[in-house]
């Protein structure tokens, strides 16, 4: 049976960048991969993160998002059948940020999958340095993903202080709590720079399983937005501070990530991915002239003045 492994995690919580890590390790294991990316748009800027990943034991595929959750629902299942027969020794899924992991076990239990796929490992990658700003129906959306989790994984550890990852495990934990979830987080976190990962971690994050606890389910229609932001020619010496206004002004609504590529000159990309306690702007080799932000409430004037006005 192919074994399937989930990693979710909040909105920019850093999934796309464990998961080329992750593969990576199990590429070297001899492993042949296959690789699901879910975004609520038609432009999947983290599958375009992860091109250069495909090769003759890794393989990239889709599920098109902004759909009801049934359709979605037949769309994963539709997708897991017509990969059932490729030859693959295990799938990674990242799925939307705002994903309901029930969703994940319910489909694998159905037929035919049942007969194909097993259950690997469920993680969770959690910001270590949670931000303050979580909504209830955010906080809610975190817990139900810890609350299944063979293991929680931090990112950018490296930039938190002891006191920042304990402030942010007992903020889980009190999630935890108010969704009458009786697991509380402790051992199963793990806080280090990715970049010094072992082999021996990566082993024991390949083996760490998943957990079924209950919880009371509180939401069902979310009220996150996308709006995308195509062909904007930001001159890249103000990318940065545009950034940080469009974050930072209540007016723009409650912006959780700011995502994207532009292009600053011919055959020259660059790529950001910002949340309100991390900005990376770094060279690309390919993208598409798209910026996509991501929040609550949010008002698509007010920040296409900010993109516009440059």
């Known amino acids: 049976m192919i074994k399937i492994d989930l990693i979710t995690g909040f909105l920019g919580s850093g ?18 991969i296959g690789i699901i990316e879910n975004d609520y ?22 599920i098109s998002g902004g759909c009801d959750q049934e359709t979605h629902r037949r769309r994963f299942k539709t997708k897991l059948i017509s990969m059932g027969m490729l030859g693959y020794d295990r799938i990674l899924i990242e799925p939307s940020g705002i994903y309901d992991v029930d969703e994940f076990f319910d489909v694998l239990y159905e037929e035919p999958l049942n007969q194909w796929y097993e259950i ?3 993680m969770t990658i959690v910001n270590a340095k949670r931000e303050d700003y979580f909504s209830q129906e955010s906080s809610y959306l975190l817990a139900s993903q810890v ?3 063979g293991c929680i994984i931090f990112s950018k550890s490296q930039d938190a ?5 304990q402030k942010t495990i007992s903020n889980i934990n009190q999630s935890l709590q108010t ?8 051992d199963e976190v793990i806080s280090k720079n ?7 971690d990566f ?5 760490c399983g998943y957990r079924n606890e209950s919880y009371i389910k509180h939401f069902h229609d979310y009220s996150f937005q996308t709006l995308y932001f195509m062909n904007n020619h930001i001159n890249k010496d103000n990318l940065k501070k545009i950034i940080n206004y469009i974050m930072n002004d209540s007016s723009c609504g409650q912006v959780f990530r700011i995502k994207g590529f532009i292009q600053v000159s011919q055959g020259e990309w660059i790529e950001m991915n910002a949340t309100h306690n991390h900005i990376c702007i770094q060279p690309i080799k390919v993208g598409q002239e798209i910026i996509i932000v991501i929040g609550e409430n949010l008002n698509e004037e007010r920040i296409k003045e900010y993109l516009h006005n440059k």
């Open 41 to 62: 748009g038609a432009v999947n800027v983290d599958m375009m993160l992860l091109q250069d990943m495909m090769g003759e034991k890794c393989d990239l595929e889709m």
């Open 194 to 200: 990715w970049e010094d990962f072992t082999e021996k």
């Open 120 to 122: 690997g490992n469920v």
């Open 203 to 207: 082993e024991m994050i390949s083996s």
């Open 147 to 149: 609350a299944h989790a």
């Open 179 to 186: 969704i009458q979830c009786q697991r509380q987080i402790k």
């Open 15 to 32: 999934k796309t960048t464990f998961i080329k890590k992750y593969a990576h390790y199990l590429l070297r294991e001899g492993y042949k």
């Open 161 to 165: 202080s002891y006191e920042d990852i």
